[in-house]
Each structure stands twice: as structure tokens, then as C-alpha cells.
């Protein structure tokens, strides 16, 4: 999924500001109210589309970009190992294609086994003794046992992809598949280097090809972000989620030749603060204003390379009265404080939604997130 392609945002923070005037009206009791906005996405770190124009319309380098959208970092290096939860795969069970040079590893024990059997379809691993163990099958024309180990368990190629079958299909991935043990439960965690995992993050989020210098940019905030991740998390069996609670990952069924080169070309590199990788946001527009955050490298300025992005939106009455029941009659909308950046005084950090029974005031990113908006950043038409 692309932030910038499907325009699917990151997860919003609330920004303090200074409250100011408002700019949304009463609606004069239309059922309705119609609302115009700018940017996709809570507008802090990087704009991927102003990384794109910095790149193709102003010949910026992607050094040049990740200077403006995270000042005051350094470029360092991070190398080692993540753990990515594949939240795709419901069963309890990892099935994979049978595949030469595949094995099994007990993390029990420590013990590898070749998986190498004629007329082999698939291999599973399937907990046992309460989630203590992990049984090894294999589909020939039926499931048939094959070993039990102790602890987890996990699948591997030495480093080629292994085909990950799911109730919703299949994919392919770089590094290890592991039966995970999370509790009594288990969960499908994939395993791999660091920048192999950015193989399959990087063109989910970014068109691969746009300009090679913005999908460079991408790389080194994505491989930032990760790393940050993996440093200041404690998740227990995974470092990060594959879908935009981290950042969408797609594994090696996801990978562009150009991305890869993107990834390639920027190899291990990461933006430090204090030494460390820093927490490295993105979105996918600002609407030419950036927001400031929770540390000091996410600042408010203008950004002269995002497009804006205008959108338009009608919420209806009766998408008012399902997202506040106790609302009652839609009457009007009355924005208390803006981040006073930008057209219109900025982003909404705070709303009021009037009804014929009762009012509700609520933040900017809770009132987008209840209806699906863009961004926080809009006024009534």
C-alpha cells in the first residue's frame, strides 16, 4: 500500500499550538457540510510528494531533502537483523511451498533440519503441547508428520525466498519464517537484514519510480524509522508491524528493480540524533506547510516543493449522528484552535461539532480520524 500512491496516512500525534479565532461557521442547520482541505497525512517529517517535486522539479539530491524535512541530523549507519510480524497470516500454523534447500530450525534446541522429500507440496509447523513445541508436516497427498521439536520453530532457504501460504494466498520472502510463540498463541514473524526488509517496504510506500533521488530520500527515512523502532520498542517476538502501524512491508512479492536500486544505492544509512536513529515520520503532503512534533529535528515551516493536494469532502447528517449518536440534528461545526501555520491560521487541533441535542468537542486528529479525512488541515466552503 503507498502513502503517496493509495494515499494511506501514518498515524496522527497531537500537536500543541496556541489557540486561535474560528474559521468554520454555523451551517445555518443544513444537514450537511462540505469541508476543503490540503495535504494527505499528519504533515510532519518528510512530504513524499514535496520529495518528489524537490527531486524532479528542483534538482534536489536526496541528501538535499532528508537536510530539509530532518534538520539538525547526521548520517550514520545501521546494519543488523529486524523481526516483521506478518499480521496477514490468521493461522496459528506456518505453511510454506516446498522449495529446494529448505530447512527447519528448532530454537529449542538449536538443531537444523533439511526439509527434502519426494513429491512434496507443502511444510507446516504447527504448535504443539500447549505452545511448548512445534510439529514439522509435510503435504504429499495428505499431511503426514514428520518430526516434533522443541520450543518454536522456523522455516528457511539459506537466504532464498521461501512462498508463505495464508488463508488469503501467498508471498514470498527474503530472510527466515518463523512460527513465533507470543504467549500460548503463535504468530508468522519474518526475519531478514535490515535493508533486505526495506526491499519490500520501500515501494509500498513510495511509487518506485518516481525521481530516483525523492525514492533515495524514502529509503534512508524508512530505513531510519525501522531502526528507531527496533531500538526504542519491546514487542517481545517482533520488532515491527507490516502494515502502517510501522510501515507497510510487502516482502520480496513487493520489490521493484528500482527501488532496489534506491535501497542499494543508500545502503545502511540512517539519520542519527544523539547518536541513535531518529524517529523519522513521513507523510504523504503536507499542504506546504510543515508540522512540528514531539522532538526537535520535526519543526513548523513552510515547504516550497509539496504540491498542496486539495481535496474536498461532504460529511452528511447522518454520518455525523453514526460517529456521535448522541448528537442528535446536525447544526454546525466550530473550529476553538488552529496550529496557526499557513492558509486559513493552520491545521485544526481542536473542533466542536453542534447538534439539536448535545455538542461535542473533540481534537482535529480524532474528528479526521472519525471521518476519514485527509488530513487536519480544511475549512468549510
Not at 509435510?138 to 508428520?145: C, E, G, I
Not at 534512508?220 to 507490516?242: I, L, P, Q, S
Request: net charge positive; aromatic share 8%.
Amino acid at each position: 500500500m503507498l502513502r503517496a500512491l493509495c494515499l494511506l496516512l501514518t498515524a496522527a500525534l497531537v500537536t500543541a499550538a496556541a489557540p486561535s479565532a474560528p474559521t468554520i461557521a454555523a451551517a445555518g442547520g443544513s444537514a450537511s457540510v462540505t469541508l476543503e482541505g490540503r495535504g494527505y497525512g499528519h504533515g510532519r517529517g518528510m512530504s513524499q510528494y514535496g520529495a518528489q517535486g524537490a527531486a524532479s522539479e528542483h534538482g534536489r539530491t536526496y541528501r538535499q531533502i532528508l537536510r530539509f524535512y530532518y534538520p539538525g541530523l547526521e548520517l550514520g549507519s545501521a546494519r543488523g537483523r529486524i523481526r516483521v510480524l506478518l499480521t496477514g497470516d490468521t493461522s496459528a500454523d506456518v505453511v510454506v511451498a516446498a522449495r529446494p534447500g529448505l530447512t527447519v530450525r528448532s530454537l529449542g534446541s538449536g538443531n537444523v533440519f533439511p526439509l527434502q522429500r519426494d513429491g512434496a507440496k507443502r511444510w507446516r509447523i504447527t504448535p504443539i503441547d500447549g505452545g511448548a513445541g512445534s510439529r514439522v508436516s509435510v503435504l504429499l497427498s495428505r499431511w503426514r508428520t514428520v518430526r516434533d521439536l522443541p520450543g518454536a520453530a522456523q522455516f528457511d532457504a539459506g537466504g532464498k525466498p521461501i512462498t508463505l501460504v495464508t488463508p488469503a494466498g501467498t508471498t514470498r520472502y527474503r530472510g527466515a519464517l518463523r512460527s513465533a510463540i507470543d504467549g500460548g498463541d503463535r504468530d508468522t514473524v519474518n526475519i531478514l537484514p535490515l535493508d533486505s526488509y526495506l526491499l519490500g517496504v520501500v515501494p509500498r510506500e513510495m511509487p518506485a519510480l518516481w525521481h530516483p533521488q525523492a525514492v533515495r530520500a524514502q529509503a534512508v527515512a524508512a530505513r531510519t524509522y525501522a531502526a528507531h523502532e527496533r531500538r526504542t520498542t519491546n514487542r517481545g517476538h517482533f520488532d515491527v508491524w507490516d502494515t502502517t502501524q510501522s510501515q507497510v512491508y510487502g516482502g520480496r512479492s513487493a520489490e521493484h528493480p528500482a527501488s532496489n536500486d534506491a535501497v542499494r544505492a543508500t545502503g545502511g544509512q540512517v539519520l542519527l540524533h544523539a547518536g541513535a536513529p531518529a524517529f523519522t515520520q513521513f507523510s504523504s503532503s503536507n499542504g506546504g506547510w510543515t508540522v512540528a512534533g514531539s522532538v526537535p529535528y520535526q519543526v513548523a515551516k513552510q515547504d516550497p516543493w509539496d504540491p498542496v493536494n486539495r481535496w474536498r469532502v461532504t460529511i452528511t447528517e447522518n454520518e455525523f449522528q453514526d460517529v456521535f449518536p448522541s448528537l442528535g440534528g446536525f447544526v454546525r461545526l466550530r473550529v476553538l484552535r488552529r496550529d496557526g501555520n499557513g492558509a486559513w491560521n493552520g491545521r485544526v487541533l481542536r473542533i466542536r461539532v453542534v447538534g439539536t441535542s448535545n455538542t461535542i468537542t473533540i481534537d482535529g486528529d480524532d474528528f479526521r480520524e472519525e471521518f476519514g479525512l485527509r488530513s487536519t488541515w480544511f475549512r468549510q466552503t
